[in-house]
């Protein structure tokens, strides 16, 4: 499973919202029962199909509560409180979850845990030197879209 990541020639704000669009489309999360899931797409399976909770959960496997915390604009605490499902995240968070998400997912396929994890936190001179983290949550998702898929193609 592969996702490319283009370049737009419109604003920022038009771009972003156009990323986090073809991230749901692509990688919308949904509730399938039992019989359901033998109906999945291949480009979904090994995507979370329930909830936030699970979304949030393999996040947190490979980034950990703090990163989510910097991505969302919010606390581990509270990141906490979505994985467990008792909360749930705003829509601008849920966004930011999703990006983040299905970036984290396509990394993984080239890279460990640990590099991904690594390359959320460390400075981007593809996004002027802050980090993907601070660049998702500061609403530049495709920038950092661009930046992973850069990632990816260096190897």
């Known amino acids: 499973m592969r ?9 920022e704000s ?8 073809d991230l749901r489309r692509k990688y919308a999360v949904h509730m399938w029962d039992e019989d359901a899931s033998a109906n999945e797409p291949e480009s979904a399976k090994g995507w979370p199909k329930d909830s936030t909770e699970e979304m949030t959960r393999r996040l947190r496997e490979v980034l950990g509560p703090a990163l989510i915390a910097v991505i969302t604009y919010t606390t581990a605490d509270q990141v906490a ?3 467990a499902g008792t909360v749930e995240p705003l829509p601008e968070q849920s966004d930011a979850l999703q990006v ?5 997912e396509e990394l993984l396929e080239v890279d460990t845990a640990n590099i991904v994890r ?8 593809q996004l ?12 530049r998702a ?4 661009a930046a992973a898929g850069a990632f990816i193609q260096s190897g």
């Open 14 to 21: 038009s771009d972003s919202f156009l990323m986090i669009r």
């Open 118 to 125: 690594a390359w959320f936190m460390g400075m981007n001179p």
């Open 128 to 139: 002027d030197d802050a980090t993907p983290a601070e660049g998702i949550a500061n609403g």
């Open 142 to 145: 495709s920038e950092v879209a």
């Open 3 to 11: 996702v490319e990541f283009i370049q737009s020639d419109e604003t």
């Open 100 to 104: 983040a998400f299905g970036i984290v």
């Open 81 to 83: 409180m979505w994985e």
